[in-house]
């Protein structure tokens, strides 16, 4: 099963298992040796590879995170003291609905979704689900959550009124983004060339070819465009909403994360493969910055306020701040066993990270910069 599996070693069995079954004809072997030489070196311990493990609340200050060994979702209170919440069978992936205040969690091993109440930090309803949910997203303005389920030919809708859920057979997915304000649903799933655009109110599905081998992706309500990670290509996929172009921007290799920071129209892709960060610029779609950044950086995440890019290292323990405003690595800071993914709450300036071994939810104890730029 997929949750079993780390980042590096998913790609490598799975780039093997289309070149045996001959899907990959095309593919570069020296591609596949270095995916394969990433997995058998550096494999980083735990079983976890999404980047939604974590997320703030921006409202309440509340960081949650998954521990998925454990079946619990961890929570650090604004006060810094914390909780640990039972929920289902080996949770993937979590996100938050601010307006009800719900925490929506993907529990991969028993098939359901666990609804946390944010007041009181306990679950308030379990909901069923398709086999082996993996991701998940909220539509804010509508009030759903979208459930992918990598082993099922549909992804679960849940009603964040009722908490009630039905399948909308759209077929198997991994990767999801959303635009809230045309409720149009973006789904990937790793070995399918196409992206979907579902039509949130409709169900209809309309698909344009990106190349397989999706892994992160991230949608830009200012340029109105879908970005995505092309893992084997080394290339960050554009993809107009409205007139569907597509333009690619070379990166390096093996990108696995974005994040856009919509003050500066700049974009962020983590590269897996040679430990650096790509900084594009959405205006030109151009690649303007590759920094070195740790030990296999897997996720990213943007505080717009302070201009600070933060990556996680999973193999370095630790996560890099990327000074936005010069592209300058500020400093290193520590971050527990494997942080996996990364989120920060733009307000207080206070990044969480989910890691594989322990702590599973850490703060990390950043210096960083005030809004008018000082120390």
Not at 127 to 133: S, Y
Not at 212 to 230: N, P, Q, T
Not at 288 to 297: E, K, S
């Amino acid at each position: 099963m997929r949750r079993q599996n780390t980042f590096a070693h998913v790609i490598s069995l799975r780039l093997a298992a289309a070149l045996r079954a001959g899907a990959l004809c095309g593919l570069s072997l020296a591609c596949t040796a270095a995916c394969h030489a990433q997995a058998v070196s550096g494999a980083p311990r735990g079983r976890l590879i999404t980047s939604m493990g974590v997320a703030v609340n921006p409202s309440t200050h509340k960081a949650y995170a998954v521990d998925e060994r454990n079946g619990d979702v961890m929570v650090i209170n604004s006060d810094g003291t914390k909780r640990t919440v039972k929920v289902g069978a080996n949770p993937i992936a979590l996100a938050i609905d601010r307006k009800t205040n719900k925490i929506y969690v993907a529990n991969t091993g028993s098939g359901s979704i666990s609804v946390i109440d944010g007041a009181s930090d306990e679950v308030v309803a379990t909901i069923p689900g398709e086999a082996h949910p993996y991701a998940i997203a909220v539509n804010d303005i509508t009030g759903t959550v979208y459930v992918t389920n990598t082993y099922s030919d549909a992804v679960t809708v849940i009603d964040v009124h009722t908490d009630t859920a039905h399948p909308l057979k759209v077929g198997g997915a991994d990767g999801i983004a959303i635009d809230s304000r045309t409720n149009t649903i973006f789904l990937t799933h790793y070995e399918d060339p196409d992206l979907r655009l579902v039509d949130g109110a409709t169900g209809s599905v309309r698909k344009i070819s990106v190349g397989a081998h999706i892994w992160g992706m991230v949608f830009d309500e200012d340029s109105g465009s879908l970005y995505l990670a092309h893992t084997v290509t080394a290339e960050i996929v554009s993809v107009n909403e409205k007139t569907l172009a597509v333009h690619t921007i070379p990166v390096g290799q093996i990108p696995c994360a974005l994040a856009v920071n919509p003050a500066t129209q700049r974009l962020y892709a983590v590269n897996y493969g040679d430990e650096t960060l790509s900084v594009i610029d959405l205006r030109s779609l151009r690649a303007i910055a590759t920094l070195p950044v740790g030990h296999h950086p897997q996720a990213v995440t943007v505080d717009p306020i302070r201009s600070i890019i933060y990556i996680a290292n999973v193999h370095g323990n630790s996560v890099t701040a990327i000074d936005g405003r010069n592209n300058r690595m500020i400093r290193v800071f520590a971050a527990g066993e494997g942080p996996y993914a990364i989120d920060v709450d733009a307000k207080t300036g206070q990044v969480f990270t989910a890691n594989y071994g322990i702590p599973a939810l850490m703060q990390v104890k950043v210096e960083h910069r005030a809004a008018d730029g000082t120390e």
